[in-house]
Structure formats: structure tokens, C-alpha cells
């Protein structure tokens, strides 16, 4: 089984979604704290929308696996694009993202391995909280091979994975 993660970024929403079918994406899980973008095409329901079109599962966890922790007086460390150990540490002790990844591990895990997907913002996984989220589920599932799909807007031809995080 394979998790993929991917950061929209500034891409076209058709070379997203072109860029997670090229992949035999099945299900887009959104670990984004708010499911919106100054993209506005990468807003919630659009995004759904384009998805669904596509024949792509959607489903929204950010409620629970959001990188943007709750606690005020951990909170003030979050910036958008910059990852931060203590607030990943922090968000990995809360009882929302353990039930997050419980139910990210049963979605993996649906009709033999679905093909999966997590998606940020963040262009770079190394940089973006979705990378702790799936070295989590891979400890859930077991044999779960995780991958990051790096987007070049300026060259769509060559968008595609580039990194393997595991």
C-alpha cells in the first residue's frame, strides 16, 4: 500500500487533480486546519467538486490532523510554511489526532489498501505537518509505503514523485 502526500501550492486545480489520477489516487484525505486557500479554487467545496468529477474520493481530517494546534500558548509557534517540532510534538499528544489517525489508518486500510493521499498547502512535505501525519499512519498500517508528490508549476510535464519519505 501506498500513502502519497502532496501540497496543492499554487497549482492549476486540473494539474492537481491530473497529478493525484496520473497516481490512481482513490481517496484525498485534507489534513488542512482550515479547508480553504487565497486559491479559492482550492477551497473546500471546489476542490470536493473537481475531485468527485475525477472520480476521487474527498474527505476532510483536518478537524483532527491539522498542523494549527489549539492550545494558545503553543499556538502563538505555528506559522504557515514553517514546520515546528514543538508543535508537531505538542498535536501528536492530543487525543484529536490519535482518533484522526485511527480513522486515516481504517480509510488506508478499506478494500485492501485504498490509494491514498494526503494534501496541504505546503509544496514542500519537509516544511508541512502532513509529513508527521503519515510517518504516524505508517506506524498504524502495517507495510504502508509513504511517498511525496513534488509539483513544479512551471513544468507540469514533470510533476510527479520525486521524494520517498520512508
Known amino acids: 500500500m501506498i500513502l502519497y502526500t502532496a501540497g496543492h501550492s499554487t497549482l492549476d486545480l486540473g494539474d492537481f487533480v491530473a497529478l493525484l489520477a ?9 489534513v488542512r486546519s482550515k479547508p480553504r486557500s487565497r486559491l479559492a479554487h482550492f477551497d473546500q467545496i471546489p476542490l470536493e467538486e473537481a475531485l468527485q468529477e475525477a472520480g476521487i474520493r474527498y474527505r476532510f481530517l483536518g478537524d483532527r490532523l491539522g498542523g494549527m494546534p489549539r492550545d494558545p ?21 492530543t487525543d484529536e489526532w490519535q482518533e ?27 516544511e508541512c505537518h ?37
Not at 496520473?22 to 485534507?30: A, G, K, Q, T, W
Not at 498504524?140 to 520525486?162: C, D, F, K, S, Y
Open 22 to 30: 496520473r497516481h490512481d489516487v482513490e481517496l484525498v484525505v485534507d
Open 73 to 93: 500558548g503553543v499556538a502563538a509557534r505555528w506559522r504557515q510554511g514553517r514546520l515546528d517540532d514543538v508543535v508537531v510534538a505538542h498535536l501528536r499528544t
Open 100 to 126: 484522526g489517525l485511527a480513522e486515516l489508518a481504517t480509510l488506508i486500510a478499506a478494500r485492501g489498501g485504498t490509494t491514498c493521499c494526503l494534501i496541504c498547502s505546503e509544496a514542500d512535505a519537509n
Open 130 to 166: 502532513r509529513k508527521a501525519v503519515a510517518l504516524d499512519a505508517a506506524q498504524l498500517v502495517p507495510g504502508l509505503e509513504i511517498r511525496h508528490m513534488a509539483a513544479n508549476r512551471r513544468a507540469p510535464a514533470e510533476v510527479g514523485v520525486q521524494e520517498v519519505l520512508l
